[in-house]
């Protein structure tokens, strides 16, 4: 099962080999589009950053999502994962309104804390 409309540019989706266990993942070619955003801060526009996205998000809209997923970033690509496929899909519709709202998305890379940038 994948599911790359919803939460476009991110894709959700089911791991073939771990039933149960579910990714949402933003690639590097996506994330440029909002690069500018980042640079603003003086941060970077990568998998590190697309974390602390996540964070701020949580914190600020969906504490109750705290704790229910984990985050795997690396430089081209962030992935949030877990066995709560319900938690994900509320951080895709978080992180894609984000994506689609360079204000939304603004506000959470202001509120966030600098170390979850890196």
Known sequence: MTDRETFQP???FEYDHKPG???LMLTEDAMFAVAD???ERGYECN???WAGVARSA???RAPELEDRFGCDPEAGMFVAYGED???LRALGTL????????AVLRGFV???DPDWFD
């Open 10 to 12: 991110l894709v959700f």
């Open 21 to 23: 266990h579910y990714c």
């Open 37 to 39: 955003v980042f640079e």
């Open 47 to 49: 998998g590190y950053a």
């Open 58 to 60: 949580v914190r600020a």
């Open 85 to 87: 496929a319900e938690a």
């Open 95 to 102: 992180l894609r309104e984000a994506f689609e709202d360079r």
């Open 110 to 112: 202001e509120a966030g």
